[in-house]
């Protein structure tokens, strides 16, 4: 009986979409798209929080970070010292301990590593120093090798699968060596598989933390090491963390908490360090759990948006079955069948979208990938997690959409409905206009939001940095010349087409950085201590960016005394409180006591992100080869990169790989993130109004046709066809003006929240705010009035001759 009686349900609902084709697509492409969006943006969302849980013991693993605030200066560091391993391991609280150092933190010429493969040298740039207790700590299956001591010896390595691969073809390669810089040759250990993508650190070279030269990192003053611990189960965080400090303080001169000035240690959970950590120094670029949030919000907007329209079309399209309500209730139907029909179309439509969104999923991935810069990719873990959630939702709006009909249609008396006494149309219905509201207020939210975010990243784009990047060739691994690079530029000044060229690899749009405190007298005060950039250029760095002197003049090759001099931004003549800075001594105190006297003040411009304000930075003239920057002038830019890379290989004699960059795209991937950012949200925002706009189609059609006799009559009556569009349009067009009011102060405040992590930014205009609602203005009346303008010119005596 049972079996049967479903049956008979899916049958019926089988026909009823049949007979319903052009209703039934529109609501199955909305709901399929809204759930597809859906699901990408959670695969996203879940590879963004699945970061470092592939380590056994994640959840008792921190790295000790330094917050630190010395005379105004106040940030967060992801490292701290080298000494502080032995007194943590004397702490009852931790397990183990274990200690990271990039190879391009330390104070090496030149920051890069090359390693020699017959006769070709390979640029590496994944290179750690390592202790073999990071093998305690961190799950790092090892495949060739014994873990226990594999870092343990002096010029030991342990490297990752494809690495090995790269250099010999195979993985069994314990015992074999690889020659780093020419002259360090370091025997290889052990092998472990590649370092997941979800991790917030990811090295193909491990080598031993004991190959370091003492003196890099020894001193307690040198706060360049990654310190990780792994916790006892129960560790009470906040008391450790006061133990910690108690330690860092007693190698801190009293100064440090004087006045305003604090050092606090925070224990940053593993598990939190990609997406919540700000800390300076990072081993990786990491997530922004505001923007993962932003992300999920408008993958929950987006669902809610289908399902809205899903359950609007449903109950809408439902008054017209009134008489066949009634007609089954006089042949005997009885209310749970009519209940269990209704469901039944309603929750088959949704699993007919649900099988459609899951193969949009398929096919729109590798473009969101491309999108979101991501390898994102279906596993076992992502569809146990999204299935269940997904059959539920379906579910949900399946029931909800059919509730509507199956209780309230079948509840009539037949008689009522026979004789047309049942009451419909689009104006009837408060809930329907209240989720018309509902859903385009989200699409004008997004549509503000995606404004403001194109807005704010064209300011970034187009504001005066204090540089021009225009035209700038950036090459790379200049280092690899050694004696000959002065040699090198002279030769590339002598091409055509190349105005100027600097040699330093610290650059505006660069990621080399290096802070060191400065002083304005001696003896030095750690009070007075002003942290600063401290950038070593030549004599032609200054004309080459474009930048702007404010007084003094620039190196010069003449003047003996310009090998300690110095030029400051305004930023730093702001901090030491100098009202006039030229020829001011300052002191630094790094390996010595250094005394350098200011011969130029240069214009404040920016060398990091556009969220921060300017810091304090020193350009001093000493010799640095990281990098050799050109401005170019020419019309054939092909014939003249072939001719700088001909010089480069003529000086490098094939040892090392051309390597460059322009200064534009350098600055561009400074601001990926949010390019990301917008990027996805045009394309969601531009997603959410399509949904909104089928559902808007699908009901301006059903209330021309609810009103097909008025309209008719109308018409009869004299009514012109402009009247007759403006009253069907002039309903939709007020929701649409309702959820404009509703959606411009809420956008607003979210947007100028996000603005605030800018310290340059745009402001809110107005403009915005009244350009949203006319694209959705817009949008709206262009949907509508299709049906308002078919409705219109439709022959009143085909509607009044059914009557």
């Known amino acids: 009986m049972v079996p049967t009686m479903f049956a008979t349900w899916f049958k019926t609902a089988l026909r009823s979409l049949k007979n319903n084709v052009g209703f039934s697509i529109i609501n199955i492409i909305g709901l399929s798209a809204g759930i597809a969006a859906c699901l990408l943006i959670v695969i996203y969302v879940l590879d963004e929080l699945s970061y470092d849980k592939f380590n056994v013991n994640a959840s008792r693993i921190y790295r000790i970070t330094s917050h630190v605030r010395l005379n105004g200066n106040e940030a967060l560091y992801a490292t701290s010292e080298k000494p502080l391993k032995e007194a943590l391991l004397e702490l009852p609280d931790i397990e183990k301990t274990t200690r990271l150092i990039p190879a391009s933190s330390l104070f090496i010429s030149p920051k890069k590593f090359f390693v020699k493969k017959d006769n070709e040298v390979i640029e590496e740039n994944k290179i750690v120093f390592a202790e073999s207790e990071l093998f305690d700590v961190f799950t790092l299956p090892m495949i060739e090798g014994n873990k226990a001591n594999s870092l343990s010896d002096p010029f030991s390595a342990v490297i990752t699968e494809s690495t090995a691969r790269k250099y010999f073809n195979r993985t069994n390669v314990v015992g074999e060596t690889l020659t780093i810089n020419d002259s360090n040759v370091y025997r290889i250990t052990g092998v472990i598989k590649d370092l997941p993508t979800q991790s917030h650190f990811r090295y193909d070279l491990l080598l031993s933390f004991s190959s370091l030269p003492e003196s890099k990192v020894t001193s307690w003053g040198y706060s360049g090491i990654h310190n990780y611990v792994l916790l006892k189960p129960g560790t009470n965080i906040p008391k450790l963390e006061a133990a910690i400090r108690g330690i860092e303080l007693q190698h801190y001169p009293a100064s440090i908490t004087a006045n305003d000035n604090f050092l606090e240690v925070v224990l ?57 309500v009634g007609v089954r209730k006089v042949i005997g139907s009885s209310r749970l069948s009519l209940i269990g029909q209704f469901l039944t179309e309603s929750v088959l439509m949704a699993l007919i979208s649900t099988l459609l969104a899951m193969l949009m999923v398929r096919l729109m991935l590798p473009f969101f990938n491309q999108l979101a810069d991501k390898q994102l990719h279906i596993t076992g873990a992502i569809l146990l997690t999204a299935l269940p959630v997904l059959l539920l939702v379906t579910g949900i709006v399946g029931c909800l959409a059919g509730i509507y009909p199956a209780l309230y249609l079948s509840a009539f008396r037949p008689i009522l409905v026979l004789k047309g006494r049942l009451a419909g149309g689009f104006k009837n219905s408060y809930l329907r206009n209240f989720l018309v509201v509902f859903q385009f207020s989200i ?3 997004l549509i503000i939001g995606t404004l403001v975010v194109y807005n704010q ?33 002279q030769e590339l000044k002598q091409l055509p087409g190349v105005q100027d060229i600097t040699i330093s690899r610290f650059l505006p749009t660069g990621k080399e950085r290096h802070i060191t405190g400065l002083f304005p007298q001696v003896p030095i005060d750690i009070k007075q201590d002003v942290l600063t950039e401290f950038w070593p250029v030549d004599e032609d760095y200054i004309k080459t960016m474009r930048m702007q002197m404010v007084s003094g003049r620039n190196f010069s090759k003449q003047l003996a005394s310009d090998s300690m001099a110095v030029i400051v931004n305004e930023a730093f003549v702001r901090k030491m409180g100098f009202t006039d800075p030229l020829n001011k001594t300052i002191y630094r105190n790094s390996f010595g006591l250094q005394a350098y006297h200011i011969v130029g003040v240069v214009k404040d411009f920016n060398y990091s992100s556009l969220r921060n304000d300017v810091k304090p930075l020193a350009l001093v003239n000493e010799h640095d080869n990281g990098a050799v920057t050109i401005r170019i002038s020419t019309s054939n830019l092909p014939a003249l990169m072939m001719q700088v890379e001909n010089k480069w290989h003529q000086f490098a004699h094939h040892t090392a790989q051309f390597t460059w960059s322009f200064m534009d795209d350098d600055f ?42 008025e309209i008719a009559v109308r018409k009869v009556i004299g009514a012109s066809t402009s009247q007759i569009i403006n009253m069907l349009s002039g309903d939709f067009v007020k929701l649409v003006a309702i959820a404009i009011l509703i959606a411009s102060p809420i956008g607003w405040y979210a947007m100028n929240k996000w603005l605030q992590d800018f310290a340059y930014r745009i402001h809110i205009h107005i403009t915005i705010f009244l350009l949203a609602g006319l694209i959705a203005f817009l949008i709206a009346l262009i949907t509508v009035s299709f049906q308002s303008i078919r409705a219109a010119l439709a022959s009143p005596v085909r509607s009044l001759r059914a009557e």
Do not use: W
């Open 457 to 489: 990243l064209t300011y970034m784009q187009n504001r005066d940095t204090g540089y021009n990047r225009s035209q700038m060739l950036v090459i790379k691994n200049t280092g690899r010349l050694g004696n000959s690079i002065g040699n090198f530029k």
């Open 268 to 324: 940053m959970p593993l598990l939190n360090i990609h997406l919540y950590s700000t800390s300076q120094y990072e081993l990786e670029k990491g997530g922004d759990i505001r923007y993962v949030t932003i992300f999920a919000v408008i993958a929950f907007f987006i669902l809610l948006i289908a399902c809205i329209n899903f359950i609007n079309l449903s109950t809408a399209r439902s008054a017209n079955r009134a008489k066949e």
């Open 443 to 445: 699409s004008i939210f």
């Open 668 to 709: 561009d991937a400074t601001y990926r993130t949010e390019q990301q950012m917008k990027q996805i949200f045009i394309s969601f925002s531009v997603l959410a109004i399509v949904i909104a706009c089928l559902g808007l189609f699908g009901l301006s059609a059903y209330a021309a046709e609810q009103r097909n006799k």
